[in-house]
């Protein structure tokens, strides 16, 4: 993960309830949502990306049903800045994301 930025976007957001942010670092995007005290549904607008790449992301998200100690799950897709996706967050949980451009 980088410490060092070069764009940040808040994406959505209310204070104390929750919040969806998304940081580039070259062509890396990393992309973080948190809820508060009650779940959300998350629309994550891709327009932030470059328009005609392509682009890999990993998704890693709190799954109950995982097998796993730590219960995330972890998908990979193919998006583009014309995608739109709804993620459901359950209450005091997240997301995140990283986003790499296909060569």
Request: proline share 3%.
């Amino acid at each position: 993960m980088p410490t060092v930025w070069d764009e940040t976007k808040v994406l959505e957001g209310e204070i104390g309830k929750f919040a969806t942010i998304a940081r580039r670092s070259g062509d890396d995007w990393f992309v973080g949502s948190l809820t508060g005290n009650e779940r959300k549904t998350c629309t994550i607008d891709f327009n932030f990306l470059a328009v005609g790449a392509d682009y890999s992301a990993t998704v890693y998200s709190f799954d109950p049903e995982s097998e796993s100690s730590t219960k995330v799950k972890i998908e990979q897709m193919q998006i583009k800045a014309s995608t739109v996706l709804d993620f459901d967050i359950p209450a005091n949980s997240g997301l995140a994301m990283q986003i790499q451009k296909n060569l």
